[in-house]
């Protein structure tokens, strides 16, 4: 069972903004084959980190506004957030070791559950 949630414009700032972990958003669509290829590496970071890191998708199809606010401009797009805040983004299918240092960077001291 994967640990990676799926939300949604009306949830996107009580999920992510208001969340006290770091969280992941990776921005998708369905029929977007790069997006396919890394929804089993985001799965495997929900995994990894799963104590120190939330990991939620949303589908660009279905939830323009917060893709829009965003500017994501090419999917997959994966975002980073702190404290509300974007602190990081990673365009493209990406290897789980890029996808894994880059959230590193912003996981407290060594979080890996």
């Not at 506004?65 to 990406?94: E, K, W």
């Amino acid at each position: 069972m994967s640990k990676v949630v799926e939300i949604s414009d009306a949830n996107f700032k009580q999920e992510v903004l208001e969340s006290s972990l770091p969280v992941l958003v990776d921005f998708w669509a369905p029929w977007c084959g790069p997006c396919r290829m890394v929804a089993p590496v985001v799965s495997e970071i929900a995994e990894l980190y799963e104590s120190t890191v939330k990991v939620v998708k949303i589908n660009t199809d279905e939830n323009p506004n917060v893709a829009s606010q965003y500017g994501i401009r090419s999917i997959p797009t994966l975002m980073i957030f702190v404290g509300g805040q974007r602190v990081d983004t990673v365009v493209g299918a990406v290897p789980k070791s890029t996808l894994a240092s880059t959230l590193e960077k912003y996981i407290p001291e060594n979080g890996i559950a």
